[in-house]
């Protein structure tokens, strides 16, 4: 009887104690849960600050190139190293708060379009103002893609944004399989400045020799192509089997396509 009560008594002291520990270990991994979330909402919010920043100092950086006064640039130059450093070190924050892939692959690609259209802008003669303007869509389109991919990650329901319109360069990015690609590649397409072929052809590898050759050739083709008026190049996606090829060509106007479509011989 007393053996009975002890292990009675023994048992549910085991019990209560298992049952601490458990619900110990669930609050914890509920904490970690909830650390985990806020880590990543509060790198997305440092990541949007640090978008509208990095589009006012490139504002700046365009208008700059108007005025001579060296003082002016080397004060934007400082600022614009401040806000790099900034950025790399959101980047290293998002690599500890999200295990996402796409994610991480969208914000180094972001990164990498600031400082592509930083070196755009600091060029002699500058781009004109239809270039401008791409260019900032173009930051604004992939700046969208992050805070999409690292706001799905992390929990926050977003409603459609309507996204950005980008008349001639959408077409591209509709394409499932190969949106699927590029959101996990790390590597980003040319600035719409820069001319671009991308192959997604059956046994037409990108890294194997036919595929690198076939690349060069058509880029040969196209690479000296660039509209004067909006200043744009143009970009070609191969899709489909090497038996049957479709060609979409991403330009800025009707003029430019004709003059595509002649170089390509379509
Ligand atoms: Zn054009």
Known sequence: MDTLLTDNVLAAVVGAILGAA???ALDSARERRANARTAQRLVLGDIVALHGEWKAL??????SSLTADASINVQLKAQLFRISGRSNQAGVVLAHAYSS??????YKKLRSRYHETQALFEQTPRPNGHLRTAAFAWLDEQAERV???ASTAAGIRQKDPGGIAWVGWGSIANKKWAEKY????????APPWRPEVTVYVVGLNGRDEEGQTFRQV?????RDLVCAEHQRAIHVTFRGRKSHLSTEIAVCCEPM???????LRM
Do not use: C, M, P, T
């Open 58 to 63: 490139l504002e700046e950086l365009y208008a």
């Open 101 to 106: 892939r796409q994610v991480r692959a969208s």
């Open 257 to 263: 396509l004709g003059r595509a479509r002649e170089r």
């Open 218 to 222: 058509q880029l040969d083709k196209i």
């Open 182 to 189: 590029e959101a996990l590649s790390f590597d980003d397409r």
């Open 22 to 24: 458990i619900a110990h």
């Open 147 to 149: 805070g999409q991919v």
